[in-house]
């Protein structure tokens, strides 16, 4: 929903219908579910529809100001947001992140055993259901928010990089229908779908190895979850619909 709404802004603001200041308050609105998505509390769709928004934001903006001066309020809410909207168990995953050593056992328990997963994987993996760290039950969560540590152990760096690569073709492939798109509205609908899976499969990779905090995000299409298989499934058709518009289908 996001997505479609961001696109009709950018297709008025290109037509000339909307002033830099009435598209920088719309802007503003659109922060409001996000606002109310972290009080939830549900801190990685938060930060998740914010990524998406900036990026859509600065690629399909005829004027990057309004994007700035958006991206400024946000860093200069962080403090806020810390303070008074993140839970106490939410600022301890942080913590944890920049300091693994403060509760090894505790929020710090996940990555440890996600990176131990992954690099006992080594190169090629220890094969189908052979991985150690998912038989034996120390990885938590594997089958929603490890999904990709389960994957590492049992396939290995090079299985890893072929699952990466399957994501770059398939980010390639949505740019692609973008660049071509009949009017802007598809091309702004597929950047954010490209958007939405990019962040998805970035923090969610950077979260099991550990270059970012636990903060509960699925990974496109491999994560057990009705809902995030349905989401992304929606996502690509709206993509092949404006593929198939291209040729005036």
């Not at 396939?155 to 072929?162: K, L, P």
């Not at 709206?238 to 518009?245: F, K, P």
Request: proline share 4%; net charge negative.
């Amino acid at each position: 929903m996001v997505i479609l709404v961001l696109a009709r802004l950018f297709h008025d603001a290109e037509t000339g219908q909307y002033s830099q200041k009435r598209l920088l308050a719309q802007l503003a609105v659109l922060l409001v579910p996000v606002g109310l998505i972290a009080i939830e509390p549900d801190l990685g769709t938060a930060i998740l529809l914010t990524l998406v928004i900036l990026t859509v934001g600065y690629l399909s903006m005829p004027s990057v100001w309004p994007m700035v001066f958006v991206s400024i309020a946000g860093l200069i809410a962080v403090p806020f947001v810390w303070e008074f909207a993140m839970h106490d168990y939410q600022q301890n995953r942080i913590l944890a992140f920049i300091d693994p050593s403060v509760d090894p056992t505790g929020n710090g328990w996940h990555t440890r055993q996600s990176i131990a997963a992954i690099g006992s994987g080594k190169f090629f993996g220890k094969g189908f259901g052979e991985g150690t760290q998912n038989q034996f039950n120390f990885l938590p969560e594997h089958w929603t928010d490890f999904p990709f540590s389960v994957w590492g152990e049992e396939w290995g760096f090079v299985g890893s990089v072929f699952l990466i690569a399957l994501f770059g073709f398939l980010l390639v492939w949505i740019l692609n229908v973008a660049l071509s798109a009949r009017d802007r509205v598809g091309a702004v609908i597929c950047v954010g779908v490209a958007a939405m899976t990019f962040w998805h499969v970035v923090v969610n990779i950077a979260m099991v190895l550990g270059l970012a905090p636990v903060v509960g995000v699925t990974l496109p299409f491999i994560s057990y979850g009705g809902s995030s298989l349905i989401t992304f499934f929606l996502a690509m058709g709206l993509v092949a619909n404006v593929s198939l518009r291209k040729h005036g289908y």
